[in-house]
């Protein structure tokens, strides 16, 4: 994995194109956790989906972005 720094922050704060998202979810390699891990996943881009479309975008217009 890239190491996630100051300028790969700013280059990504600065940039303005479009509705973005970020999903910050830690894995887990084996156990019940990890097992939980597509579930959570699940539940925050279902959570990305309704803060777009609390703003505004149309739900179909979300879940094809996401």
């Known amino acids: 994995m890239d190491v996630f720094d100051d300028s790969e922050l700013r280059r990504?704060?600065?940039e303005e194109v479009g509705p973005c998202v970020t999903v910050y979810l830690p894995t887990h390699v084996s156990?019940?956790?990890?097992?939980?891990?597509p579930v959570r996943l699940k539940n925050l881009l279902q959570r990305a989906e309704e803060q777009?479309?609390?703003?505004g975008m149309r739900a179909a217009e979300a879940r094809e972005l996401l």
Do not use: A, Y
Request: charged share 20%; aromatic share 8%; glycine share 22%.
């Open 31 to 37: 156990g019940e956790q990890g097992q939980q891990d």
């Open 12 to 14: 990504l704060t600065s």
């Open 52 to 55: 777009f479309v609390d703003g």
